[in-house]
């Protein structure tokens, strides 16, 4: 029998309790969440002709009889250096084709916009094609453009699709003969997430939106880090005209398997505004995460000189001045050219991602400094190194401590009996320390990033039944979320994943259903519920917690059976009057080995049903290796 005190608030649960980790990790950014579909737009990546093929080509050669394709290399703007000329030589019509991201996913009857830069210097080219194919070469759809102009000029076009295709690509066949230079050839879906140019998948920023997340973390992860100090993200390159933002070779290239993500750049086309706006859309407050000086400490761990730290403590307060400075600044006048003249109203940021010893503590009392001095009043989180052990996590843990950190941002990827032993991590951390943001953990059913690990029912469980515990904590865990968020199926390099996604499909992972009932199902205060007075923390395979939404006047208890076998659970719910009809929510599946997938992807979703009280008492039988939530009106 457990007890839940309706009267007696514990703590207030923080909007930002369960938010989203975005990091351009799995191809999340382009490939992914960004619905930009042609692979190296500009020419710019390390090699300028990768992901660009010629029909029957061996791929190394863009070079035929009917003509060539050299890349120009140009000091006309430093951050778009490249662009490509193709000479036509004859009539039977020269033909290059973009491989997008393993592939494009075109859906029929879908219109499609496309841009491209033309320039014309000689000739008469007359006519450009553009066509999506199918493996076999089949046309889908296509479009063409006239180009007019000796001078650069921009022709935007649609296509549609005529059929559903995960694996099309587009073919450009030229017209004509002479010269034509070609720069950011660029396809998106017109239906993109709010129909913006430049814009978002819809279907994976709808599960996004679902989850009612409380904050967006980004930009990562180990990429705001780098490999090296020359590699790590830099928010001022992300901004302002896409065609301007200079690229950057992904920190995750090639990282795990040298096979699979060979190319794997950073456009930015997904920059910091996109971000800022992705959060606003979502109801998230932003977390961006800002360099401190330091490389990725499992790289080369190269750091910034601290008498040369000031372009990064100014690249911090410059930020703040993007997202909530008026038009009269400069960088707020950006962001209002850039279309948001309203501020962002950022309220958090980031120093340093998964830093950690002296050399952390000493640069972030720079930044801290710097930040408070002119905006005291936001809130700034700060690292404690990867996973919560050893030496350096103590040390870290005792220095921001005693520079009184706000928010403290611990990472875990363990196994799933690690996440059920952790169910009480929090209970005695100090209440008046800093406030503990779970910016990335995820149960690993195999061992930490292991291209083995599942999405399994079994690591989605356990994390329920950990997330007790950061709730039952909410005086102190003011944070928490998964990592990392998605993944395209055929280019990762890390698992497990939140999302998944192909081309065409994507779906959410029973590590996601159990994150958006959590989220959904938060409340605004924290309730007791015990056991005989203790807390009920994974005694018999049983793990709770209990709230209320002060807003809906509900009252919401969540209990986690961790046990093969059921398990019948009295909640008597004292202190208050409950109606006696209310709902009862339950995610559990057969096997623990069970996984969503794209074929199954509600294999693990939630089921839900009238609940009916009798008095106080509410009785349920946990079915094994579930987890319950009961939601009762007040
Ligand atoms: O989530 C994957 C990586 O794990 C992140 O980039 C990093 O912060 C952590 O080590």
Redesign the pocket.
């Known amino acids: 029998e457990l007890s839940v005190n309706l009267s007696k608030t514990i703590a207030p649960i923080q909007p930002t309790m369960y938010g989203i980790f975005f990091?351009d990790?799995n191809f999340a950014a382009d490939g992914g969440l960004y619905a930009e579909m042609i692979k190296n737009r500009s020419f710019e990546f390390d090699n300028p002709f990768m992901g660009w093929l010629q029909p029957k080509s061996d791929r190394h050669s863009l070079n035929s009889n009917s003509g060539i394709a050299t890349a120009i290399k140009y000091t006309g703007n430093p951050t778009n250096t490249t662009y490509c000329r193709i000479k036509v030589n004859n009539d039977a019509g020269y033909q290059l084709i973009n491989e997008g991201f393993r592939g494009m996913g075109i859906k029929k009857d879908a219109a499609y916009n496309l841009y491209v830069s033309a320039a014309k210097p000689s000739g008469n080219i007359k006519t450009i094609i553009f066509q999506f194919i199918d493996e076999s070469g089949n046309v889908l759809g296509e479009t063409k453009i006239a180009p007019t102009t000796a001078d650069w000029k921009d022709y935007t076009v649609q296509i549609s699709a005529t059929k559903t295709e995960a694996k099309a690509k587009i073919k450009i066949t030229f017209e004509g003969t002479g010269d034509i230079d070609l720069d950011m050839i660029s396809l998106f879906p017109v239906d993109t997430w709010q129909g913006r140019k430049n814009g978002l998948r819809k279907d994976i920023v709808q599960l996004l939106y679902d989850m009612k997340p409380g904050f967006l973390r980004f930009p990562?992860?180990?990429?705001v880090e780098g490999r090296t100090l020359e590699q790590r993200y830099q928010w001022k390159k992300t901004v302002g005209a896409v065609e301007d933002r200079e690229i950057l070779i992904n920190r995750w290239n090639t990282e795990f398997d040298h096979k699979l993500t060979p190319d794997y750049f950073q456009t930015f086309g997904l920059g910091f505004f996109e971000y800022f706006l992705l959060s606003e859309d979502i109801g998230a407050e932003a977390l961006p995460i800002l360099s401190c000086g330091m490389a990725c400490q499992f790289n080369t761990g190269e750091l910034v000189p601290l008498e040369e730290l000031d372009p990064y403590v100014q690249d911090a307060l410059d930020l703040i001045e993007f997202a909530n400075g008026d038009i009269t600044t400069h960088w707020g006048k950006l962001r209002a050219d850039m279309g948001h003249p309203k501020p962002f109203n950022l309220k958090y940021i980031g120093v340093g991602?998964?830093q950690w010893g002296s050399a952390y503590i000493e640069r972030y009392k720079v930044f801290e400094k710097a930040i408070k001095s002119k905006y005291p009043n936001m809130i700034i989180v700060s690292g404690s190194g990867?996973f919560p052990e050893g030496d350096y996590f103590e040390y870290g843990w005792e220095e921001l401590k005693k520079l009184n950190a706000e928010i403290v941002d611990e990472?875990y990827?363990k196994s799933p009996q690690w996440f059920k032993d952790n169910a009480t991590r929090y209970d005695a951390y100090d209440r008046k320390g800093p406030k503990i943001f779970a910016g990335?953990y995820a149960a690993q059913s195999v061992a930490i990033a292991s291209p083995k690990n599942k999405n399994t029912w079994e690591c989605a469980l356990s994390e329920a039944a950990f997330i007790t515990g950061l709730e039952r904590n909410a005086e102190v865990v003011h944070l928490t979320s998964y990592?990392?968020l998605m993944a395209h199926a055929e280019g990762w390099q890390?698992t497990p994943d939140m999302i998944w996604f192909n081309n065409l499909d994507v779906y959410g992972t029973a590590n996601y259903e159990v994150q958006k009932l959590y989220a959904t199902n938060k409340g605004t205060d924290l309730l007791s519920i015990t056991n005989k007075g203790i807390d009920v923390t994974g005694q018999n395979d049983l793990y709770a917690t209990a709230s209320k939404d002060i807003k809906n006047k509900t009252v919401i208890i969540k209990l986690v059976n961790t046990s093969a076998k059921t398990q019948d659970v009295v909640v008597n719910l004292l202190g208050k009057k409950v109606s006696s009809k209310g709902t009862i929510i339950i995610l559990t599946s057969e096997n623990l080995t069970d996984e969503n997938s794209f074929e199954t992807p509600n294999k693990i979703s939630p089921k839900k049903a009238d609940f009916k009280l009798k008095g106080k008492r509410a009785s349920v039988s946990l079915q094994p290796n579930s987890f319950t939530i009961l939601k009762l009106k007040l």
């Open positions: 990091e990790i990562g992860g180990c990429i991602n998964e990867p990472h990827y990335e990592a990392p890390w």
